[in-house]
């Protein structure tokens, strides 16, 4: 996930993305392509404590030096899109565990990125709230998002139209599915 992620570089061979090489990219063009291009999502949500909903998902506009008034309706526009258009003003800390996640998904959209990197996304959430979260990312893929999650958990990766299991580092199996499982209604 950090190689695919541009956080790290390979220690041999080549990464391209979208038609560029960005193993051999310094670290201000990589930040670059991580804004623009990719959108993350972290098991533990990484929001701004004294922050609010909104603020949180404008942070990766700030860096894509966006005015003010298109990252305030980029961003309610995002929040929108995951449900939380009425919780927009809140802190991390008034929010549950499912909606801290889904302000995290507003983060990682509101870019309009290439891929969705998704670590361990329901981990921390009840099965409940975890099903929430995977209706909004079935609902993402959809609409066209590339989708990259990474998961422990097998009724998680059911919904996925292709599963990369891994043991000690290496490829145990690749499969991809026949059909698209979604729970989206």
Known sequence: MNIIGCLDQPSEGEYWLAGENVSKLN???LARVRNRMIGF????FNLL???TAL?????PLIYGNIS???RIDRAKKALTAVGLEERMHHKPNELSGGQRQRVAIARALVN???IILADEPTG???SKSGVEIMKILDKLHNNGNTIILVTHEEYIADHAE???NLFDGKIKEDRKTNKRRSVVS
């Open 27 to 29: 670290d201000k063009a």
């Open 41 to 44: 999502v972290f098991q533990t």
């Open 49 to 51: 404590p004294k922050a």
């Open 55 to 59: 603020r949180n998902v404008e942070v």
């Open 68 to 70: 003010r008034s298109e």
């Open 112 to 114: 309009d990125p290439s």
């Open 124 to 126: 921390n959430l009840d």
């Open 162 to 164: 292709r599963t990369i």
